[in-house]
């Protein structure tokens, strides 16, 4: 069957480290993977789409690679901020054409001060 | 410009009632999708509507039921509610190109506790 994994446990790291949190996916041939950021009691917020033949994308702190070989995506924040703190959830295109997205559990990420 | 809105925001039924739940997309935005997620786990596609037409259909009983309307806002209905569709309910619409690299932006959803 088909399965999207997060890190389950919460990530905890250091201001001003990068924080990695990882997405892997079987059984799945996605065409695009994208991430989004959730806070509490929000919707999730689009953060960055990578396509299957680009391995690197960045923007501004943040940077995704998109490993189809190994099934994985990294998503890094690198000088990471206590406001960085939130749920990054990745999600999947189910190939259907119509922008319909199977998402991961997603990774709570704490940045201390 | 105004993101996707939802409403209510908040919404307590008992077992057996029906709800509708409301959304309004982004300006321009044609498509409108409908996600549920439960505490602790991802969103899980529900239905997505682009001009007015069923597109998509995730893997939810008949229960379930959705439309959209010639001004692009989708009302959501969950018939004979069970504990079990205590959830967040987010509405996302997307600038369709017929294709699956649009990016989804959400509403902040309506949470609906069933008692």
């Known amino acids: 069957s088909q399965k999207i994994e997060q890190n389950s446990e919460a990530l905890n790291i250091q201001e001003g480290k990068t924080a990695t949190l990882t997405c892997n996916y079987t059984?799945?041939?996605?065409?695009?993977l994208q991430w989004y950021r959730q806070d509490p009691g929000r919707g999730p917020v689009f953060l960055l789409l990578?396509?299957?033949?680009?391995k690197e994308k960045r923007k501004e702190r943040l940077k995704v690679t998109f490993d189809t070989t190994l099934k994985q995506s990294l998503f890094h924040i690198t000088a990471s901020q206590p406001a960085d703190s939130a749920t990054y959830l990745c999600?999947?295109?189910?190939?259907?054409?119509?922008?319909?997205?199977?998402f991961g559990k997603g990774t709570m990420l704490l940045v201390s001060p | 410009d105004a993101g996707v809105t939802q409403s209510p925001t908040h919404l307590i039924k008992t077992r057996g009632q029906h709800v509708t739940l409301r959304c309004s997309p982004i300006?321009?935005?044609?498509?409108v999708s409908w996600y549920q997620q439960v505490l602790g786990q991802g969103p899980q596609f529900i239905f997505q509507?682009?001009?007015?037409?069923?597109?998509g259909r995730g893997n939810f009983p008949d229960r379930f039921s959705a439309r959209q309307f010639p001004n692009y806002s989708s009302e959501l209905n969950v018939n004979a509610l069970l504990l079990g569709d205590s959830a967040l309910y987010l509405c996302?619409?997307?600038?369709?190109?017929?294709?699956?690299?649009?990016?989804?932006?959400f509403g902040n959803g309506t949470r609906l506790t069933v008692t």
């Open positions: 999600a999947l295109d189910m190939l259907t054409g119509y922008s319909t997205l199977t």
């Open positions: 300006s321009g935005h044609k498509s």
């Open positions: 509507y682009y001009e007015k037409e069923e597109r």
């Open positions: 990578i396509r299957e033949n680009e």
């Open positions: 059984n799945y041939s996605p065409a695009y």
């Open positions: 996302a619409s997307s600038l369709e190109t017929g294709n699956s690299n649009s990016p989804l932006h």
